[in-house]
């Protein structure tokens, strides 16, 4: 197909429902600068419509060219999480950033995308009775531990149980038996001890502690999720008005413009602005699942799932968080909150899933990695 061709079969619906999701992040960061485009809004629309380009030039491309080339993808990760290891900058306290000069780039958004390219291409060509041996699951837990242990020691928790998290749900989708899951879910359960003394953070377990007793400490730990549940319930169902918010506009409710920017929406917007955005996700998983339908080729069915899940995971760990369901984490809402990295792969993941519909009809042969048309 032609580059006309292939634009043509880009599923424009789907590219439309980004841009209205999107759409409502940008007004909510207006509102969270209180009524000014600068700081945020304005780098955020830039950023989202260099990450639009980005993702058209993703979709058009062969898709056995992201085939070929998944696991280089994956080894620059890894080489830019060792980067952030040993010379990353900090801020926040802690280090997860590179600074390029003219910008900060964190690896671990890029790992979200990689380890969804290396595990589709590891399982595009395997037979089931190859997916339930121990010596071919094992390759795919090393590439899914190995960054999330340096990931964790940025650290950066929230993002590590995402990926970890994409990862398992992948093998359960390509045909893991339950057995394995099982065995895993009791070494979890026996590794928590270890983890509760020597891994986790002095604020990562204050984190959890609050997260079952949020009045134990309203003025330090617990005071982002006490703001929050007020911001959430002052709302009511129709909400206070758009640059209306009191918690938000009186900077009661801390990162209103990243992790708690669902908090600020459903305060201004109401439970029914809330339950708006949340449709568009929908929407969005929706078309996410059907375009995974109709892909002929394992390989892009497998992109399809595994962004698809990223995607779910990303929005349910968020909002979950600043109800009060799931413990804090670092977790921003996808195309709502301000972040350059989570944008830009974000909208690079979209095009590998625009780019799986493109190429739907695309046979790839088990064992080719350039595959042929059919």
């Not at 003394?197 to 982002?224: E, I």
Request: aromatic fraction near 14%; charged fraction near 10%; charge should be positive.
């Amino acid at each position: 197909m032609t580059i006309g061709q292939k634009l043509l079969q880009i599923n424009w619906v789907f590219v439309l429902l980004i841009c209205l999701t999107a759409s409502v992040g940008f007004l909510m960061l207006y509102s969270a600068s209180n009524g000014r485009m600068d700081p945020w809004a304005t780098r955020q629309i830039i950023r989202f419509f260099i990450g639009l380009t980005l993702m058209l030039i993703v979709a058009i491309v062969d898709i056995r060219v992201w085939l070929k080339y998944a696991y280089v993808i994956y080894f620059i990760a890894i080489g830019l999480l060792l980067v952030v290891e040993f010379g990353g900058i900090i801020g926040m306290g802690a280090q997860r950033w590179i600074n390029f000069g003219i910008f900060n780039l964190q690896p671990s958004e890029i790992m979200k995308v990689a380890i969804i390219l290396a595990i589709a291409r590891y399982f595009y060509a395997r037979r089931l009775v190859y997916v339930n041996s121990f010596i071919h699951i094992s390759m795919p837990l090393v590439l899914i531990i190995f960054p999330a242990l340096l990931i964790l020691r940025q650290p950066d928790l929230g993002t590590t149980i995402l990926l970890v998290a994409t990862g398992l749900t992948m093998l359960f989708l390509v045909g893991v038996k339950l057995w394995f899951f099982a065995v895993g879910l009791v070494l979890s359960i026996i590794a928590c001890y270890p983890i509760w003394n020597f891994v986790l953070l002095d604020y990562q377990k204050s984190r959890l502690l609050t997260f079952f007793d949020p009045g134990r400490d309203p003025l330090g730990a617990g005071y982002h999720i006490l703001q929050s549940k007020i911001a959430l319930g002052s709302g009511g169902i129709f909400g206070k008005g758009f640059l209306k918010g009191s918690q938000s506009h009186l900077s009661f409710l801390p990162e209103k413009h990243t992790d708690f920017i669902f908090t600020m929406l459903a305060e201004e917007l109401g439970l029914i602005g809330g339950l708006a955005l949340i449709f568009l996700y929908l929407l969005m998983l929706i078309y996410a699942f059907a375009i995974s339908v109709r892909c002929r080729n394992h390989f892009g069915r497998l992109i399809c799932m595994g962004v698809s899940i990223s995607f779910f995971l990303n929005i349910f760990v968020n909002i979950s968080m600043v109800m009060g369901i799931l413990p804090i984490v670092g977790m921003p809402l996808p195309l709502i909150s301000y972040g350059g990295s989570a944008m830009m792969t974000l909208m690079f993941s979209f095009g590998l899933l625009l780019c799986a519909f493109v190429h739907r009809d695309t046979h790839i042969s088990p064992g080719d990695s350039e595959g042929r048309y059919i």
